[in-house]
């Protein structure tokens, strides 16, 4: 755990009592980036095993997926400014949606590629990230053994390395073919 506490630091300001606890262990990331980053792990993998990685968002979706991230902005901001304090398990719930909604949005951008095929991801496709993401929330709020709580922080640490993967692959330019460099002026 320790070795995680330090690539979690880089994102995470790791105060113990606002992160999840077991048997005296506390776990190396805040609620809400624990929520975040197990979020994003669950959609990846469903991303993974149901083969959604070359699907676009529409407009429609993209907007129903958006409002997944509006809980974490405004219960973050709202805490920030002090008008609320929010207890752990909240915090985790708004992180785990958040988390589910960045790499369906993430597709978008990292599907423009030539050998991309377009196909539509539906409202439908949030479902098995969802519960897959809440039944890792449920597993953080009662881990039942060390072990649970280990393999649940190492979870979080594949879901911010696949976070930061995504967002360097959707953000880098292709390089372009010859004959589109032969052409250009």
């Known amino acids: 755990m320790a070795s995680l506490a330090h690539l979690f630091a880089w994102t995470c300001h790791q105060l113990p009592e606002r992160s999840p606890q077991f048997d005296g262990q506390v776990f190396p990331l805040c609620f809400r980036l624990a929520g975040l980053y197990l ?4 959609s990846f993998v469903s991303i993974g095993a149901l083969g959604s990685r070359d699907k676009r968002v529409s407009v429609q979706t993209g907007s129903a997926v958006s409002a997944l991230l509006l809980p974490l902005l405004i219960d973050g901001w709202g805490n920030t400014l002090h008008l609320w304090s929010t207890g752990g398990p909240l915090r985790a719930l708004t992180g785990v949606s958040a988390g589910i909604a960045l790499p369906l949005l993430l597709l978008t951008l990292s599907t423009d590629r030539p050998h991309a095929r377009i196909r539509w991801i539906g ?13 890792l929330l449920g597993c953080l709020l ?5 072990a649970v709580f280990v393999a649940l922080a190492l979870a979080a640490g594949v879901g911010l390395v696949l976070l930061v993967a995504n967002v360097i692959w959707a953000i880098t330019p292709l390089p372009r073919s010859r004959a ?3 052409s250009a002026p």
């Open 180 to 182: 589109a460099r032969r």
């Open 123 to 135: 409202a439908g496709d949030a479902v098995v990230p969802s519960l897959l993401g809440l039944a």
């Open 142 to 146: 009662h881990p039942g053994s060390g």
């Open 39 to 42: 979020g994003v792990f669950a």
